[in-house]
C-alpha cells in the first residue's frame, strides 16, 4: 500500500484548526476570568510557548523522522515502552475529546439550540469524524484548508462587525495583573497548544517534505496565534474582560454584538457556521489521532479498525463531560489542564533524553531503513 | 431456428463466388435496406461482381462512380492477363490502378466485411477471387454545424458539435494544426459497435492519463452506447456520488482549450456532446465567455456565478433554518415582515419549501419537455398559479415564492447542464436537514457533502482542486480569471511547462516620438 | 465496502434527522415577538411587573394578497406578574395565544422607583438568558413602564421600532446617553465605573391631526436625561442638559449646541453649534492623592444670530468666544460637582481613566475608590473658537438705514 502522505500546507493547515476553536470560545473566558484585561498578553505568551513545545516536537520527531512519536518510542526501549506511551497518548486524546466537544456543544447547543438534546451534537460530531477518518487523512488533511479559509473569513467578519465598539482603553494599562500571573494564565491556551503539539507528534511522519517541517510548524503556530489573538483584544475592547468572564463562551457573545454599520447586524450564524467548520475538523483529527495511538497500542497494521472503538470511547467521554456545565468548566480548568501539559511536555522531553542516550538505536534503524 | 451469426462471422472468404455471396446474404437475410447489385465487369470473361451496402447509409452517386470505374477502366487492365492469376491479382490491382475512391481496402474476413457493410461502406464480392474490395461509401443525412443548444455565448465562436463523429474531431482539429494533437480510435458495444475516439497533446497530457482513459474504455462490457452518457457513467470515479467527474460540452472550443490544458477529450460517435477527463468541480462554473471577453469582466462574471452556486445550494435550507429555528438571526424589520406573510399560511415552513422546490422542478421539467410554443404556455400558467394564486388563496407565503424564484434562477445561472443537476440533487438533504435540526443539521450534511466532495477524485486528480489541495500556480485561473499575459504557464495538471513567452504584456511603443 | 459504509452513514443521519426528537422547533409566526419590555413594581410588595409590547405582524406590516390584517392595532402589550422576573414571564404565556419570543426585543424601560431598590436581578436575567441580545437599549422612566411601553409613540407603526430609532438618531439631539445592556453590564461588573442610563418620559408633546386646537392632547415617549446608578441602585437623574457634557466622558460626540448672548444686546441670543469637539481627561497623581485635568476644546459656527453678527467683528467674535468657554466651564464644573457631592457615584468613568495610567497607584487606592472620589480635585480647561458663519458672510440686518 503506498503511503499517504499530506503536503507542508496541510499540516499547518492542521494546526491551525487544532487549535483555534478552543482558543477562542472557552479558552478566553477562563483567562479572563484570572487576568482580566491582560488576557490577550497571556494568549500572546502562550502562542510563544506553543511555538517552543512546537519545535520541541519536532526536533524530537527528526531524530527517527520516518516513525512517530510511539514508534519512536518502540524503537526507543522496546514494545512495552512504546505500548504505555500509546496509552498515554490515547489518554491525552480522550481528555482532548472532552475539551473538543465541549467547545463545539456549547456554542451550537447554548447558543442556537437550546432545547435540543446534547446527545445530537455528541452523535453528529461522531458520525463526521467516522465518515471522515475512513476517507482518511489527506481528506481531512485538505477540510482543514476548507476551515482555515473559514477561520479567515470568520476573523474578517468579527473584526469588521466589532471595530466600531472597539475601546483602546479597556486594554490599558498593560501587565495590570504582573507578568507572572499572565504567564501563568497562559496555561489555559497552552492546553490548545499541548493538542496541536501532540497531532504533530502522531502525524508529522505523514508530512511530505521533512527538510521544512520547523518552519511549517512555526509559521502554523504563528499564524494560528495571529487568529487567535484577535478575539482576546477584540473582546477586551468591545466587551471588557470583565463582561468576557462572565460568559462561558465569550467569543459567542462578541459575535451576537457584533453590527456593521447600523443595519447589517444578527448576523453570527454566518460566522458559527464557519466556525463549526473548523470545530468540527478538531474533533476528526482529535479522533484520528487517538485512533492511530490504538492502533499503536494493540499493534494493528491500520488504523482503520480502530476508528469506531476510538471514536465511540470518545464521543461517550466526551458526552459526559459536556453533560454538565460545572463539570466541563471545572474539567478544562484544571484537570484537563494537568494531564495536558505533562503529556505534551513530558513525553516529548522523555523521548528526546531517552534519544540521546540511545542515539545508536535510531541510528541503526535508520541505516536498516535505507 | 436459430441463426449461427458468431460462427459466420469467424469465417474467411473463400474463391467461391457463389458461396460468398450466399454467406454475406444468410447473415443480413431479408434486411429491407439491404441493396444487392450485381454486374459483370468484362464483356469477354464474364468476371461477375456482386456489391452489397445500406441504403440510406451511402453516398449513391459515389457508388455509381465506383461501378463506372469497374465496368469501363477494368477491361483495358485485363487486356493480357491470363486468366489463371488474374484472379490473385485482380483485387489489388483493381484497387491500386483503377478506383479512384479516396478509402479503399482489401478485405478477407467475413466479419470485416459486415462491419463495413453496417458502418455504410460498400463491399465488392468479385468473382472467384478470396478477397473483397471495401470501398469506403459513407454518407447520410445529419444535421449541420449549428450552434450549440445547451452552451451558449455571448462572446466567442457559435459552432458545436453534430452527431458525427469525424465532424466533431474535425472542429477541434481545425482549432488546433499541431502534429502532436493525436486521435486514438476504439470501438465500444457488442451491438452498437460504437465509435469513440479519444483526443489529446502529446506532450502536454500527464504521463498515463491517456492510458488510464484507453483502460477504463476498454473494460466497457455493454450492448450498446447511445450517447456519450453512457460512457461517464461507465468510466467515473465514484459511481454513487451525486457529483459529476466527467465535464460534457457542446463547444468544440472548450475541448480545444482543454486540450491545451493537458486534458483528454473522448468524442463519442452519434453524440454531440463530447467528455473532457478530468474534471474539476470549479470548471463547471466557467464559462467559455470568461476567456473571450476583457479579463476584469470576465472575473466579475465568474464572481457571480460562484455566488450564484452558493445561493442555489444554500438560500432555501437557510431560510427553513431562519424560519424554523434561528428567528433571532433575522433583522426585525424583516422578521416582522416575513412573519405577517405567513401568517395565514398553513403549512410548516418546510413542507411549504418542500412543495414549491418539487413545483419548481415540475415547471421546468414540463417547460422542457413540451414543444416550444406549447412549453411557454406552460411557464407562464406555472408562474401564474404558483406566483400569484397560491400566495393570494393563502397557501403560500410570498416570501417562500421570492427565495425559490432566486434559488430557481442562481441554479440557471450554472453554465454546465450537469453540474447545475447535481447541486439541485444535493439541495435537499441539506434542506431537509436544516428543516429539522436547524443549524446542526445544516453543518452536519454540509460537513459530510464537504468530506465527499474533498475525497473525490477524477481520473487521478483532486476534485475540488486547486481550491483544496490549494495550489498556488492555478490560483491565475481559478476565482478570478486572470489577463492571458499572466498565464505564463500552464496548470499544474499538464506535463508541459509554458503558454507563453515571459512578458507578454501589451505595451505602447515608447520610443514613438 | 466503501459503498456499504457510505450507506450506513447516510442512514445513521436520517435516523437522527427523522427521528423527531424535540430539538425546540417553532415556526416564525408561532412566535409572539416582543418589540419592547418594561419593568414596574409589581402590585404587592416583592413582585415585579413585566409589560411587553408584542408585535402583530399582519397588522403591524399591511400584506398583499392574502385575507388578513388590517383590522387591528399594530401591537399587542401585555402584562403579568411574579416574583421574579422569569415566573412574570411565564404567567405571560398562561394568555399569550403565541410563544412569547425575546430575541427582537429592541428596548428594555426600567421604573424609576423599582431601579432605585436595585436592578441586579434585570442585569442578571437580561444577560443571562440566550435569547436576549447585548445590543438591546435600556433606559429608565419616571412613569409607569407598562404605560411608556404600550403607548403608540413616533412615526413608526410599532412603538418599539420608533423606541429604536429615536435611540439611534440621537447624536442629533445629545441630550441621552445611548445605553446598551452591554454597557449596563459591563459598567456594573467593573470596579470603577458606575451605570447610567437614559431616561424616556411620556410628555404631552403630540398634536392632534383632528383636532388641531387640542394641542398636547395625547402622550409622547420624550428620550432626554439620564438615570445615574451607584452599584444597582438608581441614585439620582441628570437633566438633559446635564447629560449633554456627561456625554464626552462616555463616548466620542459628535455635535452640540450652545445659546449665547449677544455682544451688543444681551436681550437677543446667539446659537453656536459645536463642531469638532476634543475632550480629554488627564489623570495625575499628587500628594497620594488622584487628580484629574479636564482639557476641552471646540470650533464653534455660528447657526441662528438674532443680532448683527459676521466674524469680520473680532471683538465680538472674541466676546463670544469667552462666553462659551465660561459656558461651558460651567457646565463641566456643575456636573462634576454634582457626581461627586450630591451622587457620589463615578458614572464618568473617571477611576478607570486613572487606572490606565497609574495602574500601581490605582492597586494602592481602589479599595477606597468610593471615598476617594468625591474628594478628589478636578479642574477643568476649555478653549473655543469660532471659526464660521455656516453659509452667511454678511450681517442679517435691514436694508433701510436706521437714523
Not at chain 2, 259 to 281: C, M, Q, T, W
Not at chain 2, 334 to 345: C, N, P
Not at chain 3, 26 to 35: G, I, P, Q, S
Amino acid at each position: 500500500m503506498q503511503k499517504v502522505r499530506i503536503s507542508n500546507g496541510m499540516f499547518m493547515a492542521l494546526i491551525i484548526n487544532m487549535v483555534y476553536a478552543k482558543a477562542i470560545g472557552l479558552t478566553q473566558g477562563s483567562i479572563a476570568r484570572e487576568v482580566g484585561g491582560d488576557m490577550w498578553i497571556s494568549t500572546f505568551f502562550s502562542s510563544i510557548q506553543g511555538c517552543l513545545m512546537m519545535l520541541l516536537t519536532i526536533y524530537v520527531i527528526r531524530q527517527s523522522p520516518e516513525s512517530n512519536i510511539l514508534g519512536q518510542s518502540e524503537l526507543l526501549l522496546g514494545k512495552w515502552f512504546g505500548k504505555i506511551i500509546s496509552l498515554i497518548l490515547f489518554l491525552f486524546f480522550v481528555g482532548a475529546a472532552g475539551a473538543v466537544y465541549t467547545t463545539f456543544v456549547y456554542h451550537l447547543k447554548d447558543y442556537f439550540l437550546p432545547e435540543a438534546p446534547t446527545i445530537i451534537f455528541v452523535i453528529a460530531g461522531f458520525i463526521i469524524a467516522v465518515f471522515a477518518l475512513y476517507h482518511g487523512i489527506e481528506v481531512i488533511g485538505r477540510m482543514a484548508l476548507i476551515g482555515v479559509f473559514s477561520i479567515l473569513m470568520l476573523n474578517i467578519l468579527i473584526i469588521f462587525g466589532s471595530i466600531r465598539d472597539f475601546d483602546i482603553r479597556e486594554l490599558m494599562p498593560l501587565f495590570q495583573y504582573g507578568v507572572l500571573p499572565d504567564l501563568w494564565a497562559s496555561r489555559h491556551n497552552n492546553t490548545d497548544w499541548a493538542m496541536a503539539t501532540m497531532m504533530a507528534a502522531v502525524i508529522l511522519p505523514m508530512v511530505k517534505e521533512k527538510n521544512t517541517w520547523k518552519r511549517s510548524g512555526a509559521l502554523g503556530i504563528v499564524l494560528g496565534g495571529a487568529f487567535v489573538i484577535i478575539w482576546p483584544i477584540l473582546e477586551t475592547g468591545v466587551l471588557t474582560a470583565e463582561v468576557a468572564g462572565q460568559y462561558i463562551v465569550s467569543c459567542m457573545q462578541m459575535a451576537r454584538s457584533a453590527q456593521i454599520g447600523l443595519f447589517f447586524h444578527r448576523y453570527e450564524m454566518i460566522m458559527i457556521a464557519f466556525f463549526s467548520l473548523s470545530a468540527l475538523t478538531q474533533i476528526i483529527m482529535t479522533f484520528f489521532c487517538a485512533a492511530v495511538s490504538i492502533q499503536n497500542l494493540i499493534g494493528m497494521k491500520s488504523h482503520k479498525p480502530a476508528i469506531l472503538p476510538a471514536s465511540l470511547i470518545l464521543s461517550g467521554f466526551g458526552y459526559w463531560v459536556v453533560l454538565d456545565h460545572h463539570r466541563a468548566i471545572d474539567y478544562i480548568e484544571t484537570y484537563w489542564v494537568t494531564l495536558a501539559m505533562s503529556i505534551a511536555i513530558g513525553i516529548p522531553l522523555m523521548v528526546l533524553v531517552l534519544g540521546f542516550i540511545f542515539r545508536k538505536k535510531l541510528k541503526q534503524s535508520k541505516s536498516a531503513s535505507m | 431456428m436459430e441463426r449461427n451469426v458468431e460462427e459466420l462471422l469467424k469465417q474467411n472468404l473463400t474463391s467461391s463466388y457463389e458461396n460468398n455471396k450466399v454467406m454475406v446474404q444468410s447473415i443480413l437475410p431479408d434486411h429491407a435496406d439491404l441493396v444487392t447489385r450485381e454486374f459483370f465487369f468484362h464483356e469477354e470473361k464474364n468476371i461477375a461482381i456482386v456489391c452489397f451496402y445500406f441504403d440510406g447509409l451511402v453516398k449513391s452517386d459515389l457508388i455509381s462512380s465506383v461501378i463506372d470505374s469497374f465496368i469501363y477502366q477494368a477491361p483495358r487492365l485485363l487486356k493480357d492477363i491470363d486468366l489463371t492469376t488474374l484472379y490473385k491479382k485482380l483485387p489489388e490491382k483493381i484497387n491500386k490502378h483503377i478506383l479512384h475512391a479516396h478509402n479503399v481496402k482489401q478485405v478477407t474476413k467475413i466479419q470485416d466485411i459486415i462491419d463495413g457493410i453496417l458502418s455504410g461502406d460498400t463491399v465488392f464480392i468479385i468473382d472467384k477471387c478470396d478477397q473483397a474490395i471495401l470501398v469506403s461509401t459513407r454518407g447520410w443525412n445529419e444535421r449541420s454545424v449549428s450552434e450549440p443548444q445547451a452552451e451558449q455565448v455571448v462572446i466567442g465562436p457559435r459552432d458545436g458539435f453534430t452527431e458525427n463523429l469525424r465532424t466533431n474531431t474535425a472542429l477541434v482539429r481545425r482549432r488546433i494544426r499541431d502534429p502532436l494533437f493525436s486521435i486514438k480510435s476504439t470501438t465500444v458495444g457488442k451491438r452498437t459497435k460504437t465509435t469513440i475516439n479519444i483526443a489529446f497533446l502529446e506532450g502536454t497530457v500527464k504521463e498515463g492519463l491517456v492510458e488510464e482513459v484507453m483502460n477504463r474504455i476498454n473494460k466497457i462490457e455493454i450492448d450498446g452506447v447511445i450517447d456519450s452518457g453512457y460512457i461517464t457513467e461507465l468510466i467515473e470515479d465514484s459511481p454513487f456520488s451525486p457529483f459529476t467527474t466527467v465535464q460534457s460540452t457542446e463547444r468544440p472550443d472548450k475541448v480545444a482549450a482543454s486540450i491545451l490544458e493537458g486534458r483528454v477529450a473522448i468524442f463519442v460517435d452519434n453524440s454531440p456532446f463530447v467528455l473532457i477527463v478530468p474534471a474539476y468541480f470549479w470548471q463547471f462554473l466557467q464559462a467559455s465567455d470568461d476567456y473571450y471577453s476583457k479579463y476584469l469582466t470576465g472575473s466579475f462574471f465568474r464572481i457571480i456565478r460562484y455566488f450564484a452556486f452558493i445561493i442555489s445550494l444554500v438560500l432555501t435550507s437557510v431560510y427553513v433554518m431562519l424560519i424554523s429555528f434561528h428567528q433571532e438571526m433575522i433583522p426585525t424589520a424583516l422578521a416582522l415582515t416575513i412573519a405577517s406573510g405567513r401568517d395565514v399560511t398553513p403549512f410548516p415552513v418546510l413542507l411549504e419549501a418542500l412543495i414549491m422546490e418539487t413545483s419548481f422542478e415540475l415547471m421546468r421539467e414540463a417547460g422542457l419537455r413540451m414543444p416550444k410554443p406549447v412549453g411557454q404556455a406552460v411557464s407562464i400558467v406555472g408562474s401564474l398559479v404558483i406566483g400569484q394564486a397560491a400566495v393570494q388563496a393563502g397557501l403560500i407565503s410570498p416570501f417562500m415564492v421570492i427565495i425559490v424564484a432566486i434559488t430557481g434562477i442562481a441554479s440557471f445561472v450554472i453554465p454546465n447542464y450537469a453540474a447545475s443537476y447535481s447541486i439541485r440533487l444535493i439541495r435537499f438533504p441539506l434542506l431537509i436537514a436544516s428543516g429539522m435540526l436547524g443549524l446542526l443539521g445544516f453543518s452536519v450534511v454540509f460537513a459530510l457533502i464537504a468530506i465527499h466532495a474533498l475525497s473525490l477524485r477524477s481520473f487521478g486528480e483532486s476534485y475540488l482542486s486547486p481550491a483544496s489541495p490549494f495550489q498556488p500556480s492555478d490560483q491565475k485561473d481559478s476565482f478570478f480569471r486572470m489577463p492571458w499575459w499572466k498565464m505564463e504557464r500552464l496548470p499544474s495538471l499538464a506535463a508541459g511547462k509554458g503558454r507563453s513567452a515571459n512578458i507578454q504584456k501589451p505595451k505602447a511603443n515608447e520610443n514613438e516620438d | 465496502m466503501a459503498a456499504k459504509f457510505k450507506i450506513c452513514v447516510l442512514v445513521c443521519v436520517l435516523i437522527l434527522i427523522l427521528s423527531g426528537c424535540k430539538t425546540g422547533k417553532r415556526e416564525l409566526n408561532d412566535l409572539a415577538l416582543v418589540m419592547a419590555v418594561g419593568l414596574d413594581k409589581g402590585s404587592s410588595e416583592g413582585l415585579i411587573k413585566v409589560t411587553t409590547q408584542i408585535a402583530r405582524p399582519s397588522d403591524a406590516r399591511g400584506q398583499t394578497g392574502a385575507p388578513s390584517g388590517q383590522t387591528g392595532d399594530p401591537i399587542w402589550s401585555a402584562s403579568a406578574e411574579g416574583e421574579t422576573i422569569f415566573q412574570a414571564i411565564r404567567n405571560l404565556s398562561t394568555f399569550s395565544s403565541r410563544r412569547v419570543f425575546w430575541a427582537h426585543n429592541l428596548i428594555i424601560v426600567i421604573n424609576e422607583k423599582l431601579a432605585k431598590e436595585g436592578i441586579r436581578e434585570i442585569i442578571d436575567f437580561f444577560t443571562r438568558n440566550p435569547e436576549l441580545r447585548m445590543r438591546t437599549w435600556v433606559a429608565v422612566t419616571p412613569n409607569k413602564a407598562s404605560e411608556v411601553v404600550s403607548t403608540v409613540t413616533g412615526l413608526e407603526v410599532v412603538p418599539g421600532e420608533a423606541l429604536d430609532k429615536l435611540f439611534r438618531y440621537t447624536p442629533i439631539s445629545v441630550q441621552a446617553p445611548r445605553t446598551q445592556i452591554l454597557d449596563l453590564q459591563a459598567s456594573y461588573l467593573s470596579e470603577s465605573t458606575e451605570p447610567i442610563l437614559a431616561r424616556l418620559r411620556l410628555v404631552n408633546r403630540g398634536v392632534s391631526n383632528k383636532k388641531p386646537g387640542q394641542e398636547g392632547g395625547y402622550k409622547q415617549v420624550e428620550l432626554a436625561g439620564a438615570g445615574v446608578f451607584k452599584g444597582d441602585k438608581l441614585v439620582g437623574t441628570l437633566k438633559p442638559f446635564e447629560v449633554r457634557s456627561v456625554l464626552p466622558f462616555l463616548e466620542a460626540m459628535d455635535t452640540g449646541m450652545l445659546i449665547l448672548h449677544c455682544p451688543d444686546d444681551k436681550q437677543k441670543k446667539i446659537t453656536v453649534e459645536l463642531r469638532n469637539q476634543k475632550f480629554k481627561v488627564i489623570p495625575s497623581f499628587k500628594n497620594n492623592k488622584p487628580a484629574f485635568t479636564v482639557s476641552y476644546q471646540t470650533d464653534g459656527s455660528v447657526v441662528e444670530a438674532a443680532c448683527p453678527f459676521s466674524l469680520e467683528e473680532r471683538a465680538k467674535v472674541d466676546a463670544i468666544e469667552r462666553e462659551m468657554e465660561q459656558e461651558k466651564k460651567k457646565e463641566f464644573e456643575k456636573l462634576v460637582r454634582r457626581a461627586q457631592k450630591e451622587l457620589n457615584s463615578d458614572f464618568l468613568e473617571l477611576g478607570k481613566v486613572f487606572h490606565n495610567r497609574y495602574p500601581v497607584e490605582w492597586r494602592r487606592i481602589h479599595s477606597q475608590w468610593e471615598t476617594i472620589f468625591p474628594t478628589v480635585e478636578i479642574k477643568v480647561k476649555t478653549m473655543a473658537k469660532v471659526k464660521d458663519t455656516v453659509l452667511l458672510k454678511n450681517q442679517t440686518k435691514s436694508g433701510r438705514i436706521n437714523k
